[in-house]
């Protein structure tokens, strides 16, 4: 089945700063890679998804990048906010095979002002 | 628009003692359905999803069972619940069809078993 390795687990920037966090996937069949932002006690919410035919994409100031052959992806959020400040989490499935998305442990963000 | 409910919000249950955790989906026919559980401070581990009436896949074999009697309707239960059964459960949908979509979070319940 797919794996998901994601890093770092926490990351502590300044308000400003860009943030970035990769993750690496197993299955070469996966081809829907989501996003989600989960601030404490909450439920998971969607920021940004990416399909694999495209190689990027953005949204004001969050961006996720995709390497298909290195099978790798990655968030980056530039102009940092205390309020980003949350648990992220990548997943990967193969949406032509399995309805399941599989996370990767998650990413503490920590924005100091 | 869609919607998605989950009741109770929080839970303090007795080991031992049964579950049944109650999932429902507004604004949308034939959706996928799915069950998470979330330990505390870790990630999002699949139990069950469903993508029909009376079609439960398991992700994980444990003491939980799921079901989905009607078609926006999807219930986790257990007969007998275990410490480590602990945690936030998250029911999610996506729109139904060949594969999965983008999945939409509930608001969670959050059980303690003591």
């Known amino acids: 089945g797919e794996n998901v390795e994601q890093h770092p687990s926490t990351l502590s920037v300044q308000e400003g700063d860009s943030a970035v966090i990769k993750c690496t996937y197993s299955?070469?069949?996966?081809?829907?890679f989501p996003w989600y932002k989960q601030e404490l006690g909450k439920r998971p919410q969607l920021i940004i998804d990416?399909?694999?035919?495209?190689g990027e994409k953005k949204d004001q100031r969050i961006a996720v990048t995709l390497n298909k052959t290195a099978k790798h992806f990655s968030l980056h959020i530039t102009e940092t906010q205390p309020e980003d400040s949350a648990v992220y989490f990548c997943?990967?499935?193969?949406?032509?095979?399995?309805?399941?998305?599989?996370f990767g442990k998650g990413t503490s963000l920590l924005v100091t002002p | 628009s869609q919607t998605i409910h989950q009741w109770p919000a929080t839970l303090v249950q007795p080991v031992g003692s049964p579950l049944s955790l109650e999932c429902t989906v507004e604004?949308?026919?034939?959706?996928?359905l799915y069950w998470y559980r979330q330990a505390a401070g870790r990630g999002l581990q699949l139990l069950f999803y469903?993508?029909?009436?009376?079609?439960i896949s398991s992700e994980v074999p444990q003491n939980l069972s799921a079901s989905r009697p009607q078609d926006r309707q999807f219930i986790l239960s257990s007969k007998k619940l275990l410490l480590s059964d602990s945690g936030f459960y998250l029911c999610?949908?996506?729109?139904?069809?060949?594969?999965?979509?983008?999945?939409?979070f509930g608001p969670g319940t959050r059980l303690t078993v003591l």
């Open positions: 999610a949908w996506s729109i139904a069809g060949g594969g999965t979509d983008t999945q939409y």
């Open positions: 299955d070469s069949a996966s081809n829907y």
């Open positions: 990416i399909r694999s035919n495209v």
């Open positions: 997943a990967a499935v193969n949406s032509n095979s399995g309805y399941a998305l599989n």
């Open positions: 604004g949308t026919s034939n959706p996928n």
């Open positions: 469903s993508v029909g009436i009376g079609q």
